[in-house]
């Protein structure tokens, strides 16, 4: 299991799930979130959630009446609204302070402060640099992937989950502002030392394009953050005529909706992506006209791709544009909103859940893929595309 520090927040006592649930990777086993169109409150895809008793506006008001009493009483805002959230029967529901909402947000526009390292565990519990991001803080200090981190700030994190490793990179909000230093403990061969790297201001780069043989065009997206369509749409026209494409969605934690649907407009003329319900009203998401409609098409999925993700491989798989190769995916198909509290802080709630245009439910179920990819995807995708289309 591996990861990078931009995409993941820390956990907190009787708090993880709810700081998983905004823009998790691989890493955390939470939901991205991603902002559905014309709700009038920015509503968010996300994890499971038990259907709800009450109508959200209800839910949510209870919650700001229990925010602005605790306030009133010079008691926790933020404790009193968790208080009301685990109350509601919401699983999923989510209190965030000012600071770790408004760092989700930043983290959407692919922007995140962080050393710009990213590790994994490996099968003997050691944990290694698992890529090094070019400009990063992390870059400068030389450090390299397949270096050994030994220790965050002291601690040692041999045989810890990724996951609380990547917390100890990213520090607590309070702390973890650009400029503020982080002392890793390393080793390279028989050489070890510490290394003090003050984190920065970063970008992500969720999109990443290279080539298989035969012209084939491997797109790989790692979330949907802002532009990341348009990088998709841009890979696309940069792609040879005719030749088939793999879009790689595996891992892939979820992100922005309107970027997914954008990334759907690259391969659809118009039409239907996905159906949502807040509160029982029915909202549809639409493809642009003009998307490549002619090359073949192979998705690749796994069991990390999730949210966005998902409705993206729903809507190819069901409109008959590519084939679905993989296992199945997570499952996550419920729709948060946000309502902000006396103390700046936020709570979100679930509301709905989407569908595929078939009418599939994605949520607890997750995407069945068409094939299994037996031990090699990309092989796999491969020869599927050459039986769908010459792409020589």
């Known amino acids: 299991m591996s990861g990078r520090d931009p995409f993941c927040q820390p956990r907190r006592t009787g708090r ?75 699983r999923w529901g989510a209190v965030y302070s000012e600071d770790e909402y408004q760092e989700f947000q930043e983290a959407l526009d692919g922007q995140y402060t962080g050393t710009g390292l990213g590790a994994r565990a490996e099968p003997d519990g050691r944990i290694e640099v698992s890529r090094v991001q070019p400009g990063s803080p992390a870059a400068g200090a030389g450090i390299r992937k397949g270096d050994r981190l030994r220790s965050v700030d002291g601690t040692d994190v041999a045989g810890r989950p990724v996951t609380d490793v990547v917390s100890l ?83 892939n934690s979820g992100g922005l909706v309107t970027e997914s649907v954008e990334t759907a407009s690259a391969f659809l003329d118009g039409g239907l992506v996905a159906t949502y319900d807040v509160d029982g009203a029915q909202r549809a998401l639409h493809a642009d006209t003009g998307g490549d409609t002619d090359r073949p098409l192979v998705t690749l999925v796994d069991g990390g791709t999730m949210s966005a993700a998902e409705m993206l491989t729903g809507a190819l798989q069901d409109r008959g544009r590519a084939v679905v190769i993989g296992t199945r995916t997570f499952g996550k198909g419920s729709v948060q909103m946000p309502t902000g509290l006396p103390d700046g802080s936020v709570a979100e709630l679930t509301v709905g859940h989407y569908r595929t245009p078939s009418g599939r439910a994605v949520d607890g179920r997750g995407i069945t893929p068409d094939l299994d990819p037996g031990p090699q995807a990309l092989r796999r995708a491969e020869t599927v595309l050459g039986g769908l289309g010459d792409p020589s």
């Open 16 to 90: 993880g799930a709810a700081l998983t649930l905004v823009f998790a990777c691989a890493l955390v086993a939470g939901a991205a979130t991603g902002s559905f169109p014309d709700t009038g409150q920015g509503a968010r895809s996300g994890p499971k959630s038990a259907s709800a008793p009450v109508p959200s506006a209800t839910r949510h008001e209870a919650v700001r009446r229990a925010a602005a009493k605790a306030m009133a009483d010079g008691k926790s805002p933020m404790e009193a609204a968790e208080r009301a959230v685990s109350r509601s029967g919401d």
């Open 169 to 251: 990179l990213r520090g607590d909000a309070e702390d973890a502002a650009a400029g503020t230093t982080v002392t890793l403990g390393l080793q390279r061969g028989t050489r070890a030392w510490t290394e003090p790297l003050r984190r920065a201001r970063l970008s992500t780069d969720p999109v990443t394009v290279h080539k298989l043989p035969g012209r084939i065009t491997v797109i790989k997206v790692a979330a949907f953050t802002k532009g990341s369509g348009d990088s998709v749409r841009a890979a696309v026209h940069r792609a040879p005529a005719g030749a088939g494409i793999v879009l790689d969605l595996r891992g």
